[in-house]
């Protein structure tokens, strides 16, 4: 009895835990969408700002749905925005 509380207690406070990082995360991504808005990120965070964007899209994307041809398109807009950020 005593170890279903503590699950109990320990579900409920991971529960709690997961809610305020999603709204750091929300927090932090509205933020960074004015700042892309307002013109007002660094070079820096710019190029970190897009390298996440990459890499996100990357992990997620589903090959088997991309023929070559847009294969090719992506990679090559991937490597001429990052080396524009990279000058």
């Known amino acids: 009895m005593e170890e279903n509380k503590e699950n109990d207690y320990n579900s409920e406070n991971s529960e709690i835990e997961q809610s305020n990082n999603d709204k750091m995360i929300i927090d932090f991504l509205k933020e960074t969408i004015t700042k892309i808005e307002n013109n007002t990120l660094s070079a820096d965070e710019r190029f970190e700002v897009t390298e996440?964007?990459?890499?996100?899209?990357?992990?997620?994307?589903?090959?088997?749905?991309?023929?070559?041809?847009?294969?090719?398109?992506?990679?090559?807009?991937?490597w001429y925005i990052y080396k524009l950020l990279d000058k």
């Open 52 to 78: 996440f964007y990459l890499r996100y899209h990357y992990y997620h994307i589903n090959t088997d749905d991309i023929d070559e041809d847009k294969m090719k398109k992506y990679l090559s807009l991937g």
